[in-house]
């Protein structure tokens, strides 16, 4: 996997360097000092992950990250600010890690995101299963795989797919947010945002910024609740 650094401070780049190319699978493709360097790079390099600093001069990374994900790199937003975290979500941003970076903390995000690429890599076009049954076929590299959906920990959109994440990996399907809502009924998993669904029971913090809200999972994930759900997302995971 192809990594681009950006952060205006050379030794976060130099850190962050240091510990992305002790992880198996990484190459460091460049680095950049601002949010209009950074695009400029990952138009020529191509790589396949940014980890983005968000206050920097010229173009800051919340500004820049529409435009690096829509040349189809995934981002990861690497911090000292807490509080940018639900704009960091809303603009499809694939993590929020706040510095210091610990080495165990970038090795799952990395792990996340190269489970991503490998089930956007496998082929489309596999019929879905019809609302009322426990499962779904999704593309594999090789061919289809039934996934269960009490074997889903949660669902988040991407353009027009939808990612399905188990324990063990993320399945990449071409689906409408509106059919994977009418899939899931009664299966147990929460609608907690226009592009999101989780597990109540999985659910480990809540965090608040004003008046955003935003729920960490047991597995570091961290889902931004939509003003729509927010009753519905309270009340299923702190019951009265």
């Not at 990484?26 to 360097?37: I, R």
């Not at 981002?75 to 960091?88: K, L, N, P, Q, S």
């Not at 999972?217 to 997302?233: C, E, I, K, Q």
């Amino acid at each position: 996997m192809r990594v681009l650094i950006a952060d205006d401070e050379p030794l976060a780049r130099a850190l962050l360097r240091a510990l992305l190319e002790d992880l198996s699978g990484v190459a460091v493709a460049g680095e950049a000092s601002d949010g209009e360097e950074a695009i400029a790079l990952a138009r020529s390099l191509a790589p396949d992950l940014v980890f983005l600093d968000i206050d920097m001069p010229q173009l800051s990374g919340i500004h820049a990250a529409p435009t690096l994900i829509d040349t189809g790199v995934e981002v990861i937003f690497v911090t000292a600010h807490e509080e940018h975290a639900i704009d960091a979500f809303e603009v499809g941003a694939l993590d929020y890690i706040l510095k210091p970076v610990s080495r165990p903390r970038l090795a799952h995000t990395v792990e996340r995101a190269q489970r991503r690429r490998a089930a956007r890599d496998a082929p489309t076009g596999t019929p879905t299963t019809a609302p009322g049954e426990d499962g779904i076929w999704v593309p594999v590299r090789h061919g289809v795989a039934r996934v269960a959906f009490a074997d889903v920990q949660r669902v988040e959109a991407a353009r027009d797919h939808v990612y399905f994440h188990t324990a063990e990996r993320a399945y990449l399907h071409r689906i409408t947010m509106s059919e994977t809502a009418a899939l899931l009924a009664g299966t147990g998993l929460l609608r907690v945002h226009r592009s999101a669904f989780i597990r109540p029971e999985r659910v480990v913090a809540l965090r608040r910024h004003g008046k955003s809200l935003a729920l960490t999972l047991d597995d570091g994930a961290s889902v931004p609740v939509g003003t729509t759900y927010r009753v519905a997302t309270l009340t299923a995971i702190r019951p009265a």
